[in-house]
């Protein structure tokens, strides 16, 4: 079983040298011709460049540094927002200037639902996912390339007591449009199996939002959220996702199971079997 493979190759081929250098971050290399950043080494659960595929994460408490840094000092984690995205608050954790409170309320950006997960349920149960136990996957690869727009990860995943998958996630934000993005995932199994695909669209990620709705549409594959700013009445934020691709369409069901959504209000996901 494989997801949206097809692919071709135009042109000619030919032979091109890049530069590609260490950085002093270990496993991580810049390719300064093709503005690629790649790293071999898998760091889930840190605010950094290693996190496993396009996964809503939380960081990981180490020496209790789990929280961001001034002026929110909240709970650091996956953000996902839009340009003027701004609540409307009486004050902030942190500030620089107290007297300026006198003058009444502070604004932080808010986040939107986490709209690029896609989550994989192997036939045994096991999900690929944020957590996923780092001891699964091995040959992991991920890659910005600052020039197209686009991140890229690959890695072999091994469920306990499972056949291996091989996988593949590309994220692309459109320049053209720029509301519009797409993540595409190709899986590639050691040998033929039926797996579950998730769709996410994460709640956690939209911090300082207030709910508005929510739909699983009946007759299409496509789920939406909507939020709004706290304090802030006339602006909303409605975002959208729709699957396409080699999988059973009448299979698709409404994932309300708390363990994969959580219990953000925003918070929808779809499934489908593959």
Not at 68 to 74: A, E, I, S
Not at 177 to 192: G, H, I, W
Request: charged content about 15%.
């Amino acid at each position: 079983m494989r997801l949206l493979t097809r692919s071709a190759l135009l042109g000619a081929v030919s032979s091109v040298q890049a530069f590609t250098y260490n950085t002093r971050f270990e496993n991580v290399t810049w390719d300064d011709d093709n503005w690629r950043l790649t790293t071999t080494n898998l760091d889930q659960g840190h605010y950094e460049s290693r996190m496993m595929e396009p996964f809503s994460e939380v960081d990981t408490r180490v020496n209790g540094d789990q929280i961001n840094g001034w002026p929110l000092f909240d709970r650091r984690q996956t953000f996902a927002t839009i340009a003027g995205f701004y609540d409307s608050q009486p004050t902030l954790n942190g500030t620089n200037s107290e007297w300026l409170n006198q003058h009444g309320w502070e604004s932080a950006i808010s986040g939107v639902p986490h709209w690029s997960s896609i989550a994989v349920i192997s036939p045994g149960g096991q999900v690929l996912n944020a957590s996923v136990p780092a001891l699964q996957i091995s040959s992991f690869i991920s890659t910005l390339d600052i020039g197209a727009g686009s991140m890229r990860w690959s890695c072999t995943w091994t469920p306990q007591g499972e056949p291996a998958i091989d996988v593949e996630y590309s994220m692309f934000v459109s320049k053209l449009y720029v509301n519009r993005a797409a993540v595409q995932l190709k899986l590639t199994p050691s040998r033929d199996m039926n797996v579950t695909v998730m769709d996410i669209l994460d709640g956690d990620c939209a911090q300082r939002t207030d709910f508005v709705n929510k739909s699983y549409q009946a007759n299409s594959s496509t789920i939406w959220t909507a939020v709004r700013p706290n304090g802030i009445a006339n602006v909303t934020a409605n975002v959208y996702s729709t699957m396409a691709g080699d999988f059973n369409s009448s299979t698709r069901a409404n994932v309300l199971d708390p363990s994969v959504i959580g219990t953000n209000s925003s918070s929808i996901a779809q499934s489908f079997n593959a």
